[in-house]
């Protein structure tokens, strides 16, 4: 059992900067691909990045490509997502989610969310123009 916990959310304007954390308690933290999706009002879920358990595999949507970096503290058990030059379009409310290794190291996986199997409550971000 892993619960994961979002945070770092807020109000920025476009061109902007923001960092979310994500922080894991449980066990065998290292032991999942960790993920992070959004969803924005009256659309469905998009995938944005996500990080292979050891943090040395990434893997993003084209959307937020050189934009967004995701990176993890396995260590203190943290996942975080920096998100620079902001757009209006990623107002969101921003997931945190953990895959199992079992799904190997694929974008079809990674990109999809009923591939994880545990998620976090979500965080506001609001970009305005």
């Known amino acids: 059992q892993v619960q994961l916990v979002e945070s770092g959310g807020g109000l920025v304007q476009a061109g902007g900067s923001l960092r979310l954390s994500c922080a894991a308690s449980g066990r065998s933290f290292s032991s999942y691909n960790m993920g992070w999706f959004r969803q924005a009002p009256g659309k469905e879920r998009e995938f944005v990045a996500a990080?292979?358990?050891?943090?040395?595999?990434?893997y993003y949507a084209d959307s937020v490509k050189g934009r967004f970096t995701i990176s993890r503290d396995t260590a203190k058990n943290m996942v975080y997502l920096q998100m620079n030059s902001l757009k209006p379009e990623d107002t969101a409310v921003y997931y945190c989610?953990?895959?199992?290794?079992?799904?190997?190291?694929?974008?079809?996986?990674?990109?999809?969310?009923?591939?994880?199997?545990?998620w976090g409550q979500g965080t506001q971000v609001t970009v305005s123009s």
């Open positions: 990080i292979n358990w050891g943090g040395g595999s990434t």
């Open positions: 989610a953990a895959q199992t290794l079992s799904y190997g190291w694929r974008p079809s996986s990674l990109s999809s969310g009923p591939a994880y199997v545990y």
